[in-house]
Protein backbone atom coordinates (compact mmCIF):
# COMPACT_ATOMS: atom_id res chain seq x y z
CA UNK A 1 0.00 0.00 0.00
CA UNK A 2 3.02 2.16 0.50
CA UNK A 3 4.79 1.90 -2.17
CA UNK A 4 1.25 2.11 -4.19
CA UNK A 5 0.62 5.50 -2.54
CA UNK A 6 4.29 6.52 -3.41
CA UNK A 7 3.66 5.75 -7.18
CA UNK A 8 0.22 7.53 -7.68
CA UNK A 9 1.72 10.29 -5.91
CA UNK A 10 4.75 10.95 -7.91
CA UNK A 11 2.65 9.91 -10.83
CA UNK A 12 -0.77 11.62 -10.69
CA UNK A 13 -1.10 14.04 -13.92
CA UNK A 14 -2.71 16.44 -12.39
CA UNK A 15 -0.29 17.16 -9.20
CA UNK A 16 2.53 17.31 -12.00
CA UNK A 17 1.00 19.91 -14.07
CA UNK A 18 0.44 21.87 -10.71
CA UNK A 19 3.86 21.42 -9.74
CA UNK A 20 5.40 22.39 -12.92
CA UNK A 21 3.25 25.24 -13.59
CA UNK A 22 4.37 26.47 -9.85
CA UNK A 23 8.17 25.68 -10.92
CA UNK A 24 8.32 27.38 -13.81
CA UNK A 25 6.86 31.08 -12.51
CA UNK A 26 8.93 30.45 -9.67
CA UNK A 27 12.16 30.26 -12.50
CA UNK A 28 10.42 33.27 -14.31
CA UNK A 29 10.75 35.01 -11.16
CA UNK A 30 14.22 34.32 -10.08
CA UNK A 31 15.52 34.95 -13.86
CA UNK A 32 13.65 38.70 -13.85
CA UNK A 33 15.12 39.14 -10.47
CA UNK A 34 18.75 38.09 -11.48
CA UNK A 35 18.95 39.71 -14.40
CA UNK A 36 17.16 43.75 -13.06
CA UNK A 37 19.73 43.46 -10.60
CA UNK A 38 23.17 42.21 -12.32
CA UNK A 39 22.51 44.56 -15.52
CA UNK A 40 23.62 47.46 -13.41
CA UNK A 41 27.15 45.27 -12.02
CA UNK A 42 29.04 46.64 -15.63
CA UNK A 43 28.17 50.46 -15.27
CA UNK A 44 28.04 50.92 -11.29
CA UNK A 45 32.01 51.05 -10.84
CA UNK A 46 32.50 54.29 -12.95
CA UNK A 47 29.14 55.62 -11.80
CA UNK A 48 30.61 55.27 -8.47
CA UNK A 49 34.43 57.15 -9.10
CA UNK A 50 32.22 60.31 -10.91
CA UNK A 51 30.20 60.25 -7.80
CA UNK A 52 32.32 60.52 -5.31
CA UNK A 53 35.82 61.32 -6.97
CA UNK A 54 34.30 64.00 -10.09
CA UNK A 55 37.80 65.38 -11.17
CA UNK A 56 39.95 62.57 -10.88
CA UNK A 57 41.54 62.14 -14.44
CA UNK A 58 43.14 58.79 -14.04
CA UNK A 59 39.86 57.22 -12.67
CA UNK A 60 41.17 56.19 -9.48
CA UNK A 61 39.60 56.96 -6.29
CA UNK A 62 40.49 55.76 -3.00
CA UNK A 63 36.94 56.93 -1.12
CA UNK A 64 35.28 54.77 -4.01
CA UNK A 65 37.88 51.51 -2.95
CA UNK A 66 37.12 52.19 0.87
CA UNK A 67 33.42 52.73 0.63
CA UNK A 68 32.70 49.30 -1.27
CA UNK A 69 35.02 47.21 0.50
CA UNK A 70 32.73 48.94 3.27
CA UNK A 71 29.83 48.10 2.13
CA UNK A 72 30.68 44.52 1.37
CA UNK A 73 31.21 44.27 5.15
CA UNK A 74 28.30 45.36 5.93
CA UNK A 75 26.12 43.67 3.56
CA UNK A 76 27.63 40.28 4.76
CA UNK A 77 27.23 41.02 8.18
CA UNK A 78 23.77 41.68 7.63
CA UNK A 79 23.37 38.58 5.35
CA UNK A 80 24.38 36.31 8.33
CA UNK A 81 21.65 37.05 10.43
CA UNK A 82 18.93 38.33 8.16
CA UNK A 83 19.18 35.27 5.67
CA UNK A 84 18.39 32.74 8.79
CA UNK A 85 15.63 34.91 10.00
CA UNK A 86 14.36 35.28 6.54
CA UNK A 87 14.12 31.29 5.97
CA UNK A 88 12.57 30.66 9.33
CA UNK A 89 9.67 33.51 8.64
CA UNK A 90 8.94 31.81 5.73
CA UNK A 91 8.33 28.27 6.94
CA UNK A 92 5.62 30.16 9.25
CA UNK A 93 4.26 32.12 6.77
CA UNK A 94 4.72 30.87 2.99
CA UNK A 95 7.99 31.49 0.68
CA UNK A 96 5.68 33.73 -2.01
CA UNK A 97 5.08 35.85 1.26
CA UNK A 98 8.82 36.14 2.44
CA UNK A 99 9.68 36.10 -1.44
CA UNK A 100 7.88 39.72 -1.97
CA UNK A 101 10.44 41.42 0.73
CA UNK A 102 13.73 41.17 -1.13
CA UNK A 103 11.97 41.76 -4.77
CA UNK A 104 10.13 45.00 -3.20
CA UNK A 105 12.48 46.10 -1.73
CA UNK A 106 15.57 45.63 -4.29
CA UNK A 107 13.42 48.25 -6.62
CA UNK A 108 13.92 51.20 -4.15
CA UNK A 109 17.69 51.59 -5.12
CA UNK A 110 17.47 51.12 -8.52
CA UNK A 111 14.73 53.67 -9.03
CA UNK A 112 16.66 56.40 -7.20
CA UNK A 113 19.74 55.54 -9.48
CA UNK A 114 17.46 55.77 -12.50
CA UNK A 115 16.08 59.35 -11.44
CA UNK A 116 19.47 60.99 -10.90
CA UNK A 117 23.11 59.60 -10.31
CA UNK A 118 24.97 62.82 -9.01
CA UNK A 119 26.73 62.25 -5.55
CA UNK A 120 23.89 63.18 -3.11
CA UNK A 121 21.30 60.85 -5.10
CA UNK A 122 24.74 58.23 -5.45
CA UNK A 123 24.74 58.64 -1.23
CA UNK A 124 21.21 58.05 -1.18
CA UNK A 125 21.18 54.95 -3.00
CA UNK A 126 24.46 53.52 -1.39
CA UNK A 127 22.48 53.80 2.27
CA UNK A 128 19.64 51.74 1.00
CA UNK A 129 21.46 49.30 -1.07
CA UNK A 130 23.39 48.66 1.68
CA UNK A 131 20.11 48.00 4.11
CA UNK A 132 18.01 46.49 1.26
CA UNK A 133 20.96 44.19 0.34
CA UNK A 134 21.46 42.35 3.65
CA UNK A 135 17.48 41.20 2.87
CA UNK A 136 17.77 40.47 -0.54
CA UNK A 137 21.38 39.09 -1.48
CA UNK A 138 21.28 35.73 -0.22
CA UNK A 139 17.60 35.27 0.84
CA UNK A 140 16.02 35.35 -2.94
CA UNK A 141 18.19 32.00 -3.66
CA UNK A 142 17.32 30.77 -0.53
CA UNK A 143 13.75 30.81 -0.17
CA UNK A 144 13.86 29.86 -3.79
CA UNK A 145 15.31 26.76 -3.28
CA UNK A 146 12.88 26.12 0.02
CA UNK A 147 10.16 26.72 -2.56
CA UNK A 148 11.58 23.78 -5.11
CA UNK A 149 12.19 21.45 -2.21
CA UNK A 150 8.30 21.76 -0.90
CA UNK A 151 7.65 20.81 -4.56
CA UNK A 152 9.58 18.73 -5.36
CA UNK A 153 10.61 14.85 -4.52
CA UNK A 154 13.64 14.05 -3.04
CA UNK A 155 14.94 11.89 -6.18
CA UNK A 156 14.10 15.17 -8.38
CA UNK A 157 15.50 17.56 -6.48
CA UNK A 158 19.38 18.08 -7.46
CA UNK A 159 18.66 18.50 -11.14
CA UNK A 160 15.79 20.77 -10.32
CA UNK A 161 18.15 22.91 -8.02
CA UNK A 162 20.66 22.83 -10.67
CA UNK A 163 18.31 24.31 -13.25
CA UNK A 164 17.64 26.96 -10.46
CA UNK A 165 21.25 27.80 -10.23
CA UNK A 166 21.54 27.47 -14.61
CA UNK A 167 18.72 30.29 -14.64
CA UNK A 168 20.49 32.42 -12.61
CA UNK A 169 23.92 31.86 -14.53
CA UNK A 170 21.39 32.71 -16.99
CA UNK A 171 20.27 35.98 -15.76
CA UNK A 172 23.67 36.81 -15.26
CA UNK A 173 24.59 36.57 -19.28
CA UNK A 174 21.80 38.03 -20.40
CA UNK A 175 22.29 41.24 -18.08
CA UNK A 176 25.79 41.12 -18.75
CA UNK A 177 25.40 41.20 -22.68
CA UNK A 178 22.47 43.79 -22.26
CA UNK A 179 24.38 46.02 -20.56
CA UNK A 180 27.15 46.31 -22.94
CA UNK A 181 24.35 48.12 -25.73
CA UNK A 182 22.32 50.29 -23.99
CA UNK A 183 23.88 53.40 -22.07
CA UNK A 184 25.06 53.65 -18.62
CA UNK A 185 21.69 56.05 -17.93
CA UNK A 186 19.02 53.45 -19.74
CA UNK A 187 20.71 50.51 -17.64
CA UNK A 188 19.25 51.81 -14.67
CA UNK A 189 15.80 52.85 -16.22
CA UNK A 190 15.93 49.07 -17.37
CA UNK A 191 16.99 48.03 -14.38
CA UNK A 192 14.52 49.96 -12.29
CA UNK A 193 11.60 48.62 -14.60
CA UNK A 194 12.05 44.84 -14.39
CA UNK A 195 12.67 45.06 -10.88
CA UNK A 196 8.59 46.35 -10.99
CA UNK A 197 8.06 44.13 -13.38
CA UNK A 198 9.33 41.07 -11.10
CA UNK A 199 6.97 42.21 -8.17
CA UNK A 200 4.38 42.34 -10.16
CA UNK A 201 4.64 38.80 -12.00
CA UNK A 202 5.56 37.13 -8.86
CA UNK A 203 2.42 38.42 -6.82
CA UNK A 204 0.09 37.77 -9.80
CA UNK A 205 1.25 34.31 -10.95
CA UNK A 206 3.47 32.90 -8.59
CA UNK A 207 1.60 30.03 -6.16
CA UNK A 208 2.68 29.54 -2.71
CA UNK A 209 4.09 26.40 -1.11
CA UNK A 210 1.87 24.35 0.92
CA UNK A 211 -1.20 25.80 -0.27
CA UNK A 212 -3.64 23.40 2.17
CA UNK A 213 -1.29 24.13 5.25
CA UNK A 214 -2.91 26.92 7.11
CA UNK A 215 -0.06 26.73 9.52
CA UNK A 216 2.17 27.56 6.32
CA UNK A 217 -0.33 30.19 4.34
CA UNK A 218 -1.26 32.61 7.27
CA UNK A 219 -0.82 36.05 6.74
CA UNK A 220 2.80 37.34 8.63
CA UNK A 221 0.94 40.21 10.09
CA UNK A 222 -1.71 38.55 11.53
CA UNK A 223 -1.50 37.27 15.08
CA UNK A 224 -5.26 36.19 15.87
CA UNK A 225 -4.27 32.52 14.74
CA UNK A 226 -2.02 32.58 17.68
CA UNK A 227 -4.78 33.36 20.25
CA UNK A 228 -6.53 30.50 19.24
CA UNK A 229 -7.50 28.16 21.88
CA UNK A 230 -8.15 24.06 21.82
CA UNK A 231 -10.23 22.32 24.01
CA UNK A 232 -7.17 20.98 26.13
CA UNK A 233 -5.97 24.82 26.52
CA UNK A 234 -2.73 24.88 23.98
CA UNK A 235 -3.50 28.65 22.41
CA UNK A 236 -0.23 29.66 24.71
CA UNK A 237 1.99 27.62 22.96
CA UNK A 238 0.18 28.03 20.05
CA UNK A 239 1.38 32.03 20.38
CA UNK A 240 4.37 31.08 22.14
CA UNK A 241 5.61 29.36 18.86
CA UNK A 242 3.93 31.89 16.27
CA UNK A 243 6.18 34.83 18.17
CA UNK A 244 9.72 32.46 17.80
CA UNK A 245 10.72 34.16 14.26
CA UNK A 246 14.54 35.08 15.68
CA UNK A 247 17.19 32.05 14.23
CA UNK A 248 20.04 32.45 16.88
CA UNK A 249 22.68 30.31 17.26
CA UNK A 250 21.53 27.62 19.31
CA UNK A 251 19.04 27.10 16.13
CA UNK A 252 22.07 26.42 13.69
CA UNK A 253 23.88 24.61 15.90
CA UNK A 254 21.01 22.52 16.70
CA UNK A 255 20.42 21.54 13.15
CA UNK A 256 24.25 20.89 12.94
CA UNK A 257 24.01 18.17 15.81
CA UNK A 258 21.37 17.22 14.44
CA UNK A 259 22.22 15.31 11.73
CA UNK A 260 26.28 14.77 10.88
CA UNK A 261 25.22 15.29 7.16
CA UNK A 262 23.90 18.33 7.59
CA UNK A 263 26.97 19.59 9.45
CA UNK A 264 29.67 17.94 6.79
CA UNK A 265 27.55 20.00 4.19
CA UNK A 266 27.58 23.02 6.15
CA UNK A 267 31.69 22.92 6.60
CA UNK A 268 32.23 21.65 3.32
CA UNK A 269 29.55 25.01 2.04
CA UNK A 270 32.14 27.21 4.64
CA UNK A 271 35.18 25.60 2.89
CA UNK A 272 33.27 26.22 -0.74
CA UNK A 273 32.87 29.84 -0.09
CA UNK A 274 35.72 30.28 1.94
CA UNK A 275 37.63 29.51 -1.81
CA UNK A 276 35.42 31.09 -3.99
CA UNK A 277 35.24 34.57 -1.91
CA UNK A 278 38.91 34.70 -2.35
CA UNK A 279 38.40 33.54 -5.94
CA UNK A 280 36.51 36.91 -6.65
CA UNK A 281 38.22 39.37 -4.51
CA UNK A 282 41.97 38.45 -5.85
CA UNK A 283 41.40 37.44 -9.52
CA UNK A 284 41.22 40.38 -11.20
CA UNK A 285 44.07 41.97 -9.49
CA UNK A 286 46.31 38.64 -10.01
CA UNK A 287 44.99 39.01 -13.86
CA UNK A 288 45.68 42.39 -13.97
CA UNK A 289 49.59 42.57 -12.09
CA UNK A 290 50.29 39.40 -14.32
CA UNK A 291 49.14 39.29 -17.66
CA UNK A 292 47.80 43.29 -17.86
CA UNK A 293 44.37 42.33 -18.63
CA UNK A 294 42.13 45.23 -19.44
CA UNK A 295 38.19 45.63 -18.84
CA UNK A 296 37.09 44.21 -21.90
CA UNK A 297 39.23 40.74 -21.41
CA UNK A 298 37.47 41.08 -17.80
CA UNK A 299 34.08 41.02 -19.56
CA UNK A 300 35.15 38.27 -21.85
CA UNK A 301 36.42 35.95 -19.41
CA UNK A 302 33.19 36.31 -17.52
CA UNK A 303 30.93 35.82 -19.95
CA UNK A 304 33.18 32.84 -21.35
CA UNK A 305 32.71 31.19 -17.24
CA UNK A 306 28.80 32.23 -17.46
CA UNK A 307 27.82 30.67 -20.44
CA UNK A 308 29.35 27.33 -19.81
CA UNK A 309 28.06 27.51 -16.14
CA UNK A 310 25.08 27.54 -17.48
CA UNK A 311 24.67 25.15 -20.14
CA UNK A 312 26.28 22.62 -17.62
CA UNK A 313 23.26 24.09 -14.96
CA UNK A 314 20.71 23.39 -17.26
CA UNK A 315 22.02 19.98 -19.57
CA UNK A 316 24.66 18.46 -18.05
CA UNK A 317 24.17 18.44 -14.70
CA UNK A 318 20.14 17.21 -15.08
CA UNK A 319 21.40 14.19 -16.36
CA UNK A 320 24.39 13.49 -14.76
CA UNK A 321 22.35 13.84 -11.31
CA UNK A 322 20.17 10.48 -11.59
CA UNK A 323 23.48 8.76 -12.47
CA UNK A 324 25.74 9.57 -10.03
CA UNK A 325 23.60 11.02 -7.42
CA UNK A 326 24.68 14.83 -5.42
CA UNK A 327 27.36 13.13 -3.31
CA UNK A 328 29.65 12.09 -6.64
CA UNK A 329 28.80 15.51 -8.03
CA UNK A 330 29.70 17.32 -5.28
CA UNK A 331 33.31 15.77 -4.80
CA UNK A 332 33.38 15.84 -8.74
CA UNK A 333 32.84 19.49 -8.20
CA UNK A 334 35.08 20.26 -5.29
CA UNK A 335 38.11 18.31 -6.84
CA UNK A 336 38.50 20.36 -9.91
CA UNK A 337 37.58 23.31 -8.80
CA UNK A 338 40.30 22.68 -6.64
CA UNK A 339 42.03 21.63 -10.00
CA UNK A 340 40.97 24.82 -11.53
CA UNK A 341 42.32 26.74 -8.72
CA UNK A 342 45.80 25.03 -8.70
CA UNK A 343 46.18 26.06 -12.72
CA UNK A 344 45.55 29.85 -12.16
CA UNK A 345 47.75 30.15 -9.13
CA UNK A 346 50.76 28.31 -11.91
CA UNK A 347 49.68 30.38 -14.65
CA UNK A 348 52.22 31.08 -17.17
CA UNK A 349 50.90 32.53 -20.13
CA UNK A 350 47.54 34.57 -21.05
CA UNK A 351 45.73 31.96 -22.52
CA UNK A 352 45.55 30.05 -19.81
CA UNK A 353 43.07 31.80 -18.33
CA UNK A 354 40.93 31.02 -20.66
CA UNK A 355 41.95 27.56 -21.32
CA UNK A 356 40.71 26.62 -17.53
CA UNK A 357 37.29 28.15 -17.87
CA UNK A 358 36.55 24.59 -18.67
CA UNK A 359 36.74 23.82 -15.28
CA UNK A 360 33.52 25.93 -14.81
CA UNK A 361 30.98 23.35 -16.58
CA UNK A 362 31.92 20.82 -13.22
CA UNK A 363 32.87 23.80 -10.86
CA UNK A 364 29.08 25.23 -10.93
CA UNK A 365 28.11 21.67 -9.21
CA UNK A 366 28.57 22.67 -5.89
CA UNK A 367 25.77 24.86 -4.63
CA UNK A 368 23.43 22.96 -5.83
CA UNK A 369 24.28 19.76 -4.63
CA UNK A 370 25.06 20.80 -1.08
CA UNK A 371 21.62 22.51 -1.47
CA UNK A 372 20.03 19.30 -2.49
CA UNK A 373 22.11 17.52 0.29
CA UNK A 374 20.88 19.65 3.17
CA UNK A 375 17.31 19.93 2.16
CA UNK A 376 16.98 15.57 2.77
CA UNK A 377 18.12 16.49 6.36
CA UNK A 378 14.88 18.63 7.67
CA UNK A 379 11.02 18.20 7.30
CA UNK A 380 8.76 19.87 5.21
CA UNK A 381 8.10 22.69 7.48
CA UNK A 382 11.68 23.05 8.04
CA UNK A 383 13.12 24.10 4.63
CA UNK A 384 13.12 27.66 5.11
CA UNK A 385 15.14 27.55 8.19
CA UNK A 386 17.38 24.89 7.11
CA UNK A 387 18.71 26.71 3.77
CA UNK A 388 18.80 30.16 5.84
CA UNK A 389 21.03 28.78 8.13
CA UNK A 390 23.18 27.32 4.96
CA UNK A 391 23.29 30.78 3.44
CA UNK A 392 24.60 32.08 6.94
CA UNK A 393 26.93 30.26 7.06
CA UNK A 394 28.06 31.04 3.40
CA UNK A 395 27.68 34.71 4.16
CA UNK A 396 30.22 34.66 6.98
CA UNK A 397 32.43 32.61 5.23
CA UNK A 398 32.33 35.09 2.24
CA UNK A 399 33.01 37.77 5.08
CA UNK A 400 36.20 35.94 6.26
CA UNK A 401 37.59 35.38 2.68
CA UNK A 402 38.30 38.66 1.47
CA UNK A 403 40.17 39.16 5.17
CA UNK A 404 42.40 36.66 4.61
CA UNK A 405 42.95 36.24 0.77
CA UNK A 406 43.06 40.14 0.04
CA UNK A 407 46.41 40.83 2.03
CA UNK A 408 48.17 37.84 1.15
CA UNK A 409 47.15 38.79 -2.58
CA UNK A 410 48.38 42.12 -2.29
CA UNK A 411 51.71 40.53 -0.66
CA UNK A 412 53.14 38.23 -3.27
CA UNK A 413 52.19 41.02 -6.04
CA UNK A 414 54.59 43.53 -4.52
CA UNK A 415 58.34 43.53 -4.77
CA UNK A 416 58.20 42.91 -0.82
CA UNK A 417 56.87 39.23 -1.38
CA UNK A 418 58.95 36.57 0.99
CA UNK A 419 59.45 34.32 -2.40
CA UNK A 420 58.52 34.94 -5.87
CA UNK A 421 55.00 33.42 -5.95
CA UNK A 422 52.19 35.75 -7.29
CA UNK A 423 50.08 33.14 -7.62
CA UNK A 424 50.48 31.50 -4.10
CA UNK A 425 47.13 33.01 -2.50
CA UNK A 426 45.05 31.22 -5.76
CA UNK A 427 47.20 28.19 -4.53
CA UNK A 428 45.83 28.37 -0.83
CA UNK A 429 42.26 28.59 -1.75
CA UNK A 430 43.35 25.72 -3.67
CA UNK A 431 43.95 23.79 -1.04
CA UNK A 432 41.29 25.19 1.41
CA UNK A 433 38.94 23.67 -1.84
CA UNK A 434 40.42 20.80 -1.26
CA UNK A 435 39.93 20.01 2.18
CA UNK A 436 36.28 20.41 1.43
CA UNK A 437 36.64 17.67 -0.95
CA UNK A 438 38.50 15.50 1.57
CA UNK A 439 35.17 15.78 3.93
CA UNK A 440 32.48 15.51 1.14
CA UNK A 441 34.14 11.61 1.04
CA UNK A 442 32.82 11.37 4.49
CA UNK A 443 28.69 12.08 3.14
CA UNK A 444 26.69 9.15 2.45
CA UNK A 445 24.25 9.18 0.18
CA UNK A 446 20.69 10.12 2.29
CA UNK A 447 17.45 7.93 2.14
CA UNK A 448 14.29 9.61 1.19
CA UNK A 449 11.19 9.88 3.13
CA UNK A 450 9.10 9.99 0.65
CA UNK A 451 6.78 6.97 2.58
CA UNK A 452 6.39 8.99 5.47
CA UNK A 453 5.49 12.31 3.48
CA UNK A 454 2.78 10.06 1.92
CA UNK A 455 1.46 8.15 4.37
CA UNK A 456 1.10 11.85 6.18
CA UNK A 457 -0.57 12.93 2.58
CA UNK A 458 -2.79 9.90 2.71
CA UNK A 459 -4.08 10.25 6.50
CA UNK A 460 -5.58 13.81 5.91
CA UNK A 461 -9.05 13.96 4.49
Known sequence: MEESCERDSATSPAVVRWTRGKIGHLLVTVFLYCFSNLIVV?????????????????????????????????????????????????????????????????????????????????????????????????????LAVAYLADNVPETQRISTFSILYGVISAGFVGSTLAARFISTSLTFQVAAFMSMVTVVYMRIFLEDSHPEADEISRPILNGSDALDVDADGGGSAKKAHAFKKVVSLGDIFGLMRSSRTFSLAAFVAFCNNIAEGGLQASLLYFLKARFHFSKNQFADLMLIVGVAGTLSQLIIMPFLAPLLGEERLLSIGLLLGS????????????????????????????????????????????????????????????????????????????????????????????????????QSLAIKPSATNHKEICNESSAQP
Not at 78 to 94: A, E, I, L, R
Not at 101 to 120: D, G
Request: glycine share 8%.
Open 42 to 142: PAITDVTISALCPGDPDGSCSLAIYLSGFQQAIIGLGTVVMTPWVGNMSDKHGRKALLTLPLAFSIVPLAIMAYNRETNYFYAYFAVRTLTAMVGTDAVTC
Open 339 to 438: SHMFLYSISWSSWVPYATTVFAIFVVFVSPCIRSIASKQVGPFDQGKAQGCLAGISSFANIVSPLIFSPLTAMFLSEKAPFPFPGFSIMCMGVVMMIGFV
